[in-house]
């Protein structure tokens, strides 16, 4: 994070006018933090691998998408740091956030209390007294007392349906069956031949499909010995992204100390690390140098 920042400061730097943010022209606090990013020569991805966010979270704040955020108290973080990376005074982006939020109950009472809304008040008060409101409570605390008694009595029946499977257990009586000595030559194997194909019949098809598709794959990449196209490492935070040539996304994740993720798909392969101090990396089977292809600690090569 320190060599991201000191990057990030030459680049703004760099820029004229950049510590006033009414040179944007923007209003919100989205479209001044876009602006200013882009003024600054910034990508989402750049901006996401500073801020260790995902580019889908600083792409809904630049939208003001609160949807796709967490908790409000992490949004007002992310803004305060995106501001100071964009070196712009938090203050009015989080005004204007405050500004856009729904008020509280709270807030509209302190603000608009007015003697017909105490005349309302003390109405409520009359229509629904104490007495009437602990009444309900006790109706209440009596329903969930009986209602979690008679959960309790339904526990007791499944033993008896557990018994059942185990009287019609004993249906070994067929032995008794082959005591005669008579018929032992023509039923025997016809006996041992039919259950044989129903029990492999109804075994078989089961795990067949789910538990024989993918060692087939690596059974076969074993016996060829072809390594993964690419194979990624982590030993710390970093936010990863790999497509195909259709522009299908193979990994698009953030990476904890530890991950390891094995990659094959249609050629070419565009490989997106947003922090490259904490992955390594292998095509083909050979150590992979990162350094040439890292710009701002994130790194993007593509595989042909």
Known sequence: MTEQGLIFN??????????????????????????????????????????????????????????????????????????????????PLLSDLNAKLAPTPDSVVDGMATDIAAAHAAGRERMFPRWAIGTALIILIALAVIGWQTTLQPAAEPPQVV???????????????SAPVSLPDTTAPAVTSEPGPASAAVIEPVPTPADTAEPTVASSRMASGAPPTVLLRFDGGSWAEVTDRNGKILLSQLNSAGAEHALDGELPLTVVIGDANFASVEVRGAAFNLQPFTRNNVARFTIK
Request: aromatic content about 4%; cysteine-free; hydrophobic content about 40%.
């Open 10 to 91: 030459e680049r703004l730097a760099a820029q004229s006018g950049v510590d006033s943010i009414q040179e944007t022209g923007a209003s919100g606090y989205g479209a001044r933090l876009t602006a200013q990013r882009e003024r600054a020569g910034l990508s989402v991805t750049d901006v996401a691998a500073t801020l260790r966010l995902h580019p889908n979270q600083v792409r809904a704040i630049e939208q003001e998408d609160l949807g796709r955020l967490p908790a409000l108290a992490y949004v007002r973080g992310f803004i305060r740091s995106y501001a100071r990376v964009l070196r712009l005074d938090p203050t």
């Open 163 to 177: 018994v059942v499977p185990a009287s019609a257990s004993p249906v070994p009586a067929p032995a008794p069956m």
